[in-house]
């Protein structure tokens, strides 16, 4: 009896901290958007804010996996937040600009180790077969963190400063880390084993992963093919505000409406994937996701009005919930947890180097033709590419792929040690 009351509070624990920190992400980019467009004026330096991620991604992934993977991931996280509590607590004291964005590489660093981090934690801690159902309630909290954290961070800037904002944005990622320190330490660490982080040794990784990858093609495509399409609809996001207003005609409190609608068709789907998670197959969730996603974007490519945006928003919002528990739950049961932070790093150092580049090309064509016609070609490319995954993850022969119990896979093909 202990220990089924212990498997179930541990997750809602773990719900718990990374909701709190998803509100404290949220509470941060407003109070840094604004604070970075009162200090300068500038667009374009609110726009460098959007940059710093990826950029600090492809200089930092390259060794995070090889640190991750040898130490404690519960560790790892509580020693993220912390340090992301302290530097956000620094920001208000910073003379320039400078320091500030010396300040945000810092913390997006920390984020670099915080995410393969936790998708490995969840791994070790929730069972096989509860993932899909522990994923689609840390949607839940996510689409809910979409809506609470601004509305949370305007009302504090409104009845505060910016200043104190931050300094109780900091709260969140101290309760987050306190949160953890309540949960078991799964891994049996011996320190003396634990190789230095050297050049050699991230090269030695490096292979480790090569491996994997090449014994494990289907999963290593289905996950690269994921993170590609979705590079599409990231070039589209960056464009948003600007084609909400200036080519469809959004005022400032249109784009804001739209942001909280389309935060309630994520909570909405969010609220149906946590209830029926257990009705839904992997493979449905993954495919209905994508290519239903896919289709709120061209709904949103072609669209004239308000009413017409919202629609596709809603559908996107909806449907970007199910495709993002699918596919988490997919990558946690096929990759071994033993490797999982090398594999997530180096995956995410593609992801972030495709991304630089496709967002600063976007940027160049959209300058050069129309944004409209940028726009729809980037919609109708991802549907087209949408449907030829889709049918990939759909074929008969690779459905142990999608397996949730513990019979499925049961060993990768790769020495790890």
């Known amino acids: 009896m202990k220990n089924m009351w212990r498997d179930r509070k541990n997750p809602a624990i773990l719900l718990l901290s990374i909701g709190f920190s998803s509100v404290g992400d949220f509470i941060y980019l407003v109070a840094i958007n604004i604070m970075v467009y009162q200090l300068t004026g500038s667009a374009a330096a609110v ?202 005609g959004l005022s400032e409190f249109d784009y804001s409406l739209l942001i909280s609608i389309t935060g309630i068709g994520s909570i909405t789907g969010a609220i149906i994937l946590s209830v029926f998670s257990n009705a839904f197959s992997l493979r449905y969730m993954m495919t209905i996701g994508l290519i239903m996603m896919t289709f709120g974007y061209v709904i949103y490519a072609f669209s004239w009005s308000f009413t017409s945006i919202v629609v596709g928003f809603v559908v996107l919002g909806f449907f970007n919930v199910l495709l993002n528990a699918g596919f988490l739950t997919f990558y946690q049961n096929n990759v071994p947890v033993d490797i999982m932070g090398r594999v997530t790093s180096i995956y995410q150092l593609i992801q972030s180097a495709v991304q630089v580049g496709f967002i600063l090309g976007i940027g160049v064509i959209a300058d050069i033709v129309s944004l409209r016609f940028t726009i729809v070609t980037l919609a109708l490319v991802m549907l087209l590419l949408s449907i030829i995954f889709s049918i990939s993850v759909l074929k008969p022969t690779k459905k142990s792929f999608y397996r949730e119990d513990d019979h499925a896979k049961e060993e990768l093909r790769l020495e790890v040690k």
């Open 47 to 248: 726009a460098g804010l959007w940059i710093i991620g990826p950029l600090t991604n492809i200089v930092t992934k390259f060794w995070t996996g090889s640190f991750i993977d040898y130490r404690s991931k519960r560790k790892v996280m509580i020693i993220t937040y912390i340090v992301r509590a302290i530097f956000i607590c620094l920001i208000p004291f910073a003379p320039n600009m400078g320091v500030i964005y010396g300040i945000l590489v810092a913390l997006s660093v920390a984020k670099a180790f915080f995410t393969p981090s936790s998708m490995t934690y969840v791994a070790i801690l929730v069972p096989k077969e509860k993932r899909k159902r522990f994923n689609s309630i840390q949607s839940f909290a996510s689409s809910g963190a979409f809506i609470i954290g601004p509305a949370i961070g305007g009302s504090l800037i409104l009845l505060t400063s910016v200043e104190t904002t931050l300094w109780l944005n900091a709260m969140f990622f101290l309760y987050s880390a306190f949160l953890l320190f309540l949960l078991p330490e799964k891994e049996n660490i011996d320190k003396e084993t634990i190789p230095a982080l050297t050049i050699a040794q991230v090269i030695r990784d490096f292979t480790i992963v090569q491996k994997f990858m090449a014994n494990n093609k289907y999963v290593s495509f289905i996950y690269l093919g994921f993170i590609m399409i979705m590079i599409f609809s990231f070039a589209m996001d960056a464009q948003e505000v600007v084609f909400t207003q200036r080519v469809v």
